[in-house]
């Protein structure tokens, strides 16, 4: 384990590296952006055909319009986004977003939400996981991951470990690596999702307080399901996400009102 955990600092260290621009967190980049458009285009093609997109035309005007002014409140290019917001048809409380600037949303979900404020804080959350290239830290990690692995257990075939002790030992290393990295960085990207989404919708114009009212009625909704600790779970807990929601909101509020204010005074 020893091996292997230097093996990994040593493969983070010597990797390329990026920066979440709204953040200033570093992350660990091994895929180009333009690599991990094409890889998020593919996979939306693919969904798209599998699952039965919503043909009402109401729904999907709403929910363009709020990502249209969502999308261009992130204030910066993105050369190798195409932004695409596709209604589902299904009772799911679910929403993703893909590289390359693919956003989908399921119908149970918009149900569940109150009003257009709940849903941009939803919709700010999954384009905030498209500008902070979530998907490309995740694939990098993996890789960095499974290329440790390959070199401990080259090491250890080299020197003749038992197969049993080296089972053992990767196991073991698989287990920390999920874990120990993994997961915290999957919370990790949720909750930055969650702080650079209400950014951008409270930029669009929509009330940030809206986030943590909405996360309360998915609570309830979710109310009785059994979830793994959080420490095994890809997400924080529901009480985590709305304290965390709940003190960001005030934050951005000036720039709510200024955005919302321009807003208004564009309409005719």
Partial sequence: ??????????????????????TGRRQLMLVS?????????????????????????????????????????VGRELPNAQWEFV???????????LPGGKVGIYIGLI???????????????????????HGAERTSQNLAVAGVGFLAQVGMD???FDPAK??????????????????????????????????FAAGAGYDPRAAAAFWLRMAAANKGRARPAEFLST????VTRIKSLQELAPRYLPLYESARVSYEETQP
């Fill in 87 to 97: 209604v589902f048809e299904s009772d799911q409380l679910n929403a993703f977003a």
């Fill in 166 to 199: 080296r089972n053992a030992i990767l196991a073991a290393y698989g287990v920390g690596a999920s874990v120990g990295l993994m997961l915290p960085y999957s919370r990790l990207h949720e909750t930055e999702a969650d702080a650079v989404g209400l950014r």
């Fill in 158 to 160: 080299a020197k003749d």
């Fill in 33 to 73: 952006p333009a690599e991990e458009a094409g890889m998020g285009l593919e996979a939306f093609a693919q969904l798209k055909k599998a699952e039965k997109v919503s043909t009402d035309d109401d729904t999907h005007a709403r929910i363009q319009r709020i990502g249209r002014r969502i999308a261009q409140s």
């Fill in 111 to 133: 149900k569940l939400a109150e009003n257009d404020d709940q849903l941009a804080a939803v919709i700010g959350h999954e384009v905030a996981h498209v500008t902070s290239r």
């Fill in 235 to 238: 997400h924080p807990a529901e």
């Fill in 1 to 22: 384990m020893k091996l292997s955990a230097a093996l990994l600092a040593l493969v983070l260290l010597a990797t390329g590296c990026s920066t979440v621009p709204e």
